[in-house]
């Protein structure tokens, strides 16, 4: 499992990062494989910082507002990238998620 972890974020630098155009940050929840030695050497060998997480905070995450049929079409779309502005739209909405967890003392929220 971690193994495809660390696939599946090679294949997402070399498919996604070239398309970030201002400096960014990975935000990733702390499921075991996401927080496996693995995968910490992996992001720092890759120079890639990533977002300081709460155990009990996955609501945080833009990814969390996609509903199904959003998530399963950009799956289905191989090769092909989620569209600009509803990455904006998910990123850009972080800072109310944070508002709700510090809200409910890093507990999940609503969102």
């Known amino acids: 499992v971690v193994r495809k972890h660390t696939q599946i ?3 997402w630098k070399k498919s996604c990062c070239r398309m970030l155009k201002r400096k960014w940050v990975f935000q990733q929840d702390n499921d075991p494989k996401h927080a496996s030695k693995r995968a910490k050497s992996w992001f720092q060998t890759s120079r890639i910082q990533v ?4 155990a009990q905070s996955p609501d945080l995450h ?3 507002n996609l509903n199904a049929e959003e998530l399963w079409n950009v799956v289905q779309l ?4 989620m569209p600009a502005d509803r990455c904006q739209e998910l990123v850009d909405s972080v800072h109310h998620r944070c508002e709700a967890v ?3 003392r ?3 929220t609503k969102y």
């Open 51 to 54: 977002v300081e997480w709460s």
């Open 78 to 81: 191989s090769g092909a990238a």
């Open 9 to 11: 974020l090679k294949y």
């Open 62 to 64: 833009p990814i969390e």
């Open 102 to 104: 510090i809200r409910n």
């Open 106 to 108: 890093g507990y999940a």
